[in-house]
Every structure is written in C-alpha cells, then in structure tokens.
T-cell receptor, first 115, second 114 residues
Framework: GAGVSQSPSNKVTEKGKDVELRCDPI?????LYWYRQSLGQGLEFLIY????????KSGLPSDRFSAERTGGSVSTLTIQRTQQEDSAVYLC?????????????FGEGSRLTVL | AQSVSQHNHHVILSEAASLELGCNYS??????LFWYVQYPGQHLQLLLK??????LVKGIKGFEAEFIKSKFSFNLRKPSVQWSDTAEYFC????????????FGRGTQLTVWP
C-alpha cells in the first residue's frame, strides 16, 4: 500500500514477555518516528531515525525499549520484559523532508495490551 | 525543554457553533507548528501547518490557525463546526532545525452534537 504499515495491529502478551512491533514506512521517506499513545496522555515521543544519522533515542522510557531501522526502511520496536504500564498504542510515522520536519504520515498503530 | 500545551482536554459543542482550541508552545526560537486530527477509528492526519509567512494558515475542512509569536500560540479555529468534526485534535511543534523531533500536546477531544 501507499501508506505507513504497522504490524501487528493488536498484540496481547503476558507480563515479562518480549514483543516486537514492525513499521513499514512510505517508500522514499527518510525520516521515521515512533510514538506511544496512552489514554489521556497524548503522543509520547520514543525514537526518531533520519537517514544514516544516529537515531534520537532520547524518548525511550527505559532500557527495555529498543528500536532499529534496517536498510533505511523497515523499523522494529522491541520491548523486553513487558510491564503492564507498557500497554498503549504504538504509532509509527514517516516523513519525506530531510532536516526539519515535514508532514508526518502515521500508521494505524499497534495496540499492545500487557496482562 | 520544549513542550506543547493544549488548554482543553474535552470540548463539547452543538453544530454550527464556533470553535477555538488553544495551543501554546514553549520554545523561543524558530518553530514549525502543526495541527493533526484523529477521527474515530482512523489514523492521525495533518490538518494544517505553519512554517513561515502569513501567520494565518488555512487547512482542510474549513479549519484555520493563527500563529501569534508574541503569545507563543497557535490556536485552531473553525467558524461553524459540523458533527463530522468530532475527533481528537493534536497541536505539535518542532524547532525548525535539523533535529526533526516533533513535540505533541496531550490532545483535545472535540464532540459535536447534531
């Protein structure tokens, strides 16, 4: 498809398990973002990839969270030893503009529920 | 630290009422400003943006926003809302530099009664 694709759309896991969330950005977009959306909390920035530059990881809430972007395209967000407070919708977005911020195109999100 | 504040968490209006959603940002330098909207069951999408030039920007569906630099504000307005405007609205800002990080407000849920 032409938009940002995320998978899985829904994930239910048990506390302590690891999860991987995948994002396929729009082809040709050099910038990729991960945000977390919790009820009533707005969008919390997690990590930002821009081309071949070192990612901005300043929003990752703990060392249980990590993300990588392979080949400048697909990105995977990994949460290790999940906790109940990790339950949220994880949003991926991509952007065409290099430097500064252009319009972000968001995916549908991956809803994570940690039991 | 950069932050974006939205004053109202939930706004309820009747159709044809006028709308103004407040947004303030804290960064004092060059800034790009955005409003995003999330309709029920849909993904976030851009409503309008300000990079430079005319501080009054017009977006889709009759929305507009005014950048007032002296007030660090970028309020969203619409003269007459419709039931279909029911959605969550997010204000966002970045530093207009190469950092690329976009800061979002907590969002305002707008409910329009027919």
């Amino acid at each position: 498809g032409a938009g940002v694709s995320q998978s899985p759309s829904n994930k239910v896991t048990e506390k302590g398990k690891d999860v991987e969330l995948r994002c396929d950005p729009i082809s040709g977009h050099t910038a990729l973002y991960w945000y977390r959306q919790s009820l009533g909390q707005g969008l919390e920035f997690l990590i930002y990839f821009q081309g071949n530059s070192a990612p901005d990881k300043s929003g990752l809430p703990s060392d249980r969270f990590s993300a990588e972007r392979t080949g400048g395209s697909v990105s995977t967000l990994t949460i290790q030893r999940t906790q109940q407070e990790d339950s949220a919708v994880y949003l991926c977005a991509s952007s065409l503009v290099q430097g500064g911020t252009g319009e972000l195109f968001f995916g549908e999100g991956s809803r994570l529920t940690v039991l | 630290a950069q932050s974006v504040s939205q004053h109202n968490h939930h706004v309820i209006l009747s159709e044809a009422a006028s709308l103004e959603l407040g947004c303030n940002y804290s960064y004092g330098g060059t800034v790009n400003l955005f409003w995003y909207v999330q309709y029920p069951g849909q993904h976030l999408q851009l409503l309008l943006k300000y990079f430079s030039g005319d501080p009054l920007v017009k977006g889709i569906k009759g929305f507009e926003a005014e950048f007032i630099k002296s007030k660090f504000s970028f309020n969203l307005r619409k003269p007459s809302v419709q039931w279909s405007d029911t959605a969550e609205y997010f204000c966002a800002a970045d530093r207009g530099s190469t950092l690329g990080r976009l800061y979002f407000g907590r969002g305002t849920q707008l409910t329009v009664w027919p």
